[in-house]
């Protein structure tokens, strides 16, 4: 009987805070909050970063049926400093570490559903056989991808920063425009770790902001140099049921932060 009774009270508990969610993410507003997801590879490789190119497109095609459109950090910055004009259901969608196939594989894919992406790139692995090398990163940026900097060689920044700032968050970004002739305004916190000298150094070295993976929404309410992402990782749901419950759970978790403020 008690167990009958508990399980009541949690579902009771459940749909009561479901349904209060889904009133404030329906009715209130979320502020300037935009949603980041945050890829790493598209492939068939059977790791848990990799998403295959069947998913990525039916994620994408999911998306575009719930109202999303994707921009670029830049575009969000231009939102958020001087209150620019953005689509309505504005997404950014980014890939860390700068994979070749992110060329080969996502780029077809993206343009192919009229999208646009941000890569991150770890500047010293450019060349190594599975990543861009800097031809690669040239006909991305031309294809319109916006180009940013994952560190120069992807170290824990909140380790040393006071070393590691000159060389993983500087030079980084300066290579990468040496490079790609483009601009690099920014970083994604390896590992998704930062603290206040990282911060720090990415604003002295000209950075516009930060992005980790700590899951949720990003916008300015947190600061432009800590902000959400919602990673995407594979798993067993099908692709569009997958990506409203990513979205969902980041939406949630904005809500309760919201209730903490």
């Not at 994408?60 to 049926?65: C, F, G, M, R, S």
């Not at 060389?167 to 483009?182: A, Q, T």
């Not at 949720?216 to 990506?243: H, K, Q, S, T, W």
Request: glycine share 10%; with cysteine; hydrophobic share 45%.
């Amino acid at each position: 009987m008690r167990k009958g009774v508990t399980w009541g009270l949690t579902v009771l508990v459940a749909v009561f805070v479901g349904l209060f969610c889904y009133w404030k993410m329906a009715i209130l507003p979320m502020g300037q909050s935009i949603p980041i997801l945050c890829y790493h590879k598209i492939s068939k490789d059977a790791d848990k970063m990799s998403i295959s190119p069947e998913r990525f497109r039916a994620q994408l095609a999911e998306l575009k049926k719930m109202g999303y459109r994707t921009i670029h950090l830049g575009e969000a910055y231009g939102y958020w400093q001087s209150g620019e004009s953005l689509p309505e259901g504005a997404l950014i969608i980014t890939f860390d570490d700068g994979y070749r196939d992110n060329l080969l594989l996502a780029e077809p894919i993206l343009q192919e559903a009229g999208e646009k992406a941000t890569v991150f790139l770890i500047t010293k692995r450019v060349l190594r056989w599975d990543f861009l090398d800097w031809d690669e990163v040239r006909a991305l940026q031309k294809a319109g991808w916006e180009m940013g900097s994952h560190s120069w060689s992807h170290v824990d920044l909140t380790v040393r920063t006071d070393f590691h700032g000159e060389v993983e968050i500087r030079k980084s970004r300066l290579e990468i425009e040496k490079r790609s002739g483009g601009d690099a305004f920014w970083l994604a916190y390896p590992f998704g770790m930062w603290n206040e000298e990282a911060i720090r150094w990415a604003k002295e070295s000209g950075y516009h902001g930060a992005v980790t993976t700590r899951i949720g929404f990003g916008g300015p309410e947190d600061g432009l140099f800590m902000l959400d992402r919602i990673p995407v990782i594979p798993n067993g749901l099908p692709a569009g049921i997958d990506m409203r419950l990513r979205l969902l759970r980041a939406e949630g978790i904005e809500f309760f932060r919201w209730l903490s403020r």
